[in-house]
């Protein structure tokens, strides 16, 4: 199935032709048929000749009852525009248009009616014109009489080349159904309908209502007056909520996929075609089938931050229409680029908020997203309307990747200073840490931890320190504390026992990692390795042992046993002559 939005000028004969196209009578209320006006939206159907089946949603053309049209086109990816042959472009062919436009539907059909009555080649030029300036572009135009039905078999085949035309809808998409009609139905209950353009619905689903947060049962699924156990995307369907009020729930309402959206009050918006100079500082935003009066805040030269006097479920990427209630006026398109966007308080911040939203297109982008973001949740990102393809960090938190790297060395640093300020304790509490480090989860802060650091007992340290017998652990500490500048002198043996490391203290922390030994009595830090390779690195290369000895600030007594270390490590070269190179 597929449905088209008519649009055009009060009696320019959409509700005829819908009619004539599918024998069904779309203006369903009395008063509409004594006025011979269409007022809401009239709904209808038909075969075409591929076999593929077209819904209709008609909407009015009287100019008060734009927000009626409004609702009906906002969810529908494509129009039929309807221009009359007689009376050619009016006012309200251009706000339609204007109002198509700036929902950005893409695909659509221009129709000249009332072809009986005059020539139709001057209404179509004119309308073609206006028509391919939007975002329609050029469109393929059929002239009609929905009085004695000449041109309609041809408007049916164009209505099945642009069905052929429209994207393939996404059938696994969660579900944004928007209310346009809510009534009862004797003996069934509460009924609303909408156009589902994307997901599925099944008899049996839980929905959540935008509205209210809270959830409701299908009870049962009409598509085109049957009943069906599951309609999928791109439907009219009528779905009954028997044992949900009435009241809870009308046009402008949706029902949602549980879970699976972000409702939000305050969104940060790029205006699209000719961004006003002057924006009114309240406009109704309409979107889906909702029209909500909206506060303007100006940003940036085309971009601005709107806050809505009730919450809607929006994704990035989200097209949407500002129109001045009281000028009758629509006074352009939105496409929304952050439904969650940071609080302007600061001095500063609104600047700050422009540029950065000026590099946004409202395309949803993971990477853009989680750049700005840092670290988000995958839900969160979720119902935004954020695609999600990346293996989360943690749980189920997201990071930049970039961001999350500076985390690692932050934590890697914020660890070694506890350990030199607090030379004692085994390790940094992870609570602490994570204060430090302001991240949001504690599972965070375990999933930056690389090795050597582990945890251990609530503390990150080093696992040598952890895992040895208490007294020579604090003992390693106290050498880490009195060694902390001078990393490459080598305790004497008798202060090593004064600081409680004897033969077999020294043995265990060795065995532990926690010390290196270079020689019988000679222990170094294990860290003194690397940090060493990065001193000699720095010396005029190949260097003596007499340079490298100054440069560590050692004596021979450490010097010749680590050079001869590295050297085995492959970290330094010695050369024929004695002189050393560092191996890059
Ligand atoms: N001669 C002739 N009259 C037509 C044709 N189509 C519509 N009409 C007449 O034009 C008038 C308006 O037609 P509608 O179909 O109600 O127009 P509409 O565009 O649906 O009007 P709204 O929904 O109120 O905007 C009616 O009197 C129709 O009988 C046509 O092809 N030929």
Redesign the pocket.
Known sequence: MFVVA?A?????????????LTGME??RWAE?RR?????DLGFAWTTLPSGATIAFV?????ER?VPNMLAGVGPVPAAML?V?A?EGWMP?SAEHLAALDALGVGHGLLVV?????ADPAPAAERARAEIAASSLGAVETVA?????GAGLPELRAALDRLAARLPAPTVDDPVRLWVDRSFTVRGSGTVVTGTLGAGRLRVGDVLELAGAEETVRVRGLHCMGEARPEVAAVARVAVNLRGTPRDRLGRGDALLTPGRFHRTDVIDVRLTGDPAVDLPATLTLHVGSAAVPVRVRPLGADTVRLRLARPLPLLVGDRALLRDPGRHHVTGGVRVLDVAPPPLSRRGAAAARATVLADLDGRPDLAGELRRRRLVRVGALRRMGVPVQATPVAGDWLADPAHWQRLGEQLTEEVGRYAREHPLEPGMPVDALRQRLALPDRALVEALIRPPLRVHGGRIGTPAVDTLPEPVARAVQRVRAEYADRPFRAPEADRLVDLGLGPREIGAAVRAGALLRLADTVVLLPDALDAAVTVLAGLPQPFTLSAARQALDTTRRVAVPLLELLDRRGATRRLPDDARVVVT
Not at 8 to 20: E, M, Q, Y
Not at 113 to 117: I, K, N, Q
């Open positions: 008519t055009g000028h009060v009696d320019h004969g959409k509700s005829t032709l819908v009619r004539a779309p203006d509409e006025r011979g006006m269409t007022i008609d909407v009015p053309g009287h009852f309807v009359a007689d309200q009616t009332r072809a009986d009555l009609v009489s929905g009085l004695t």
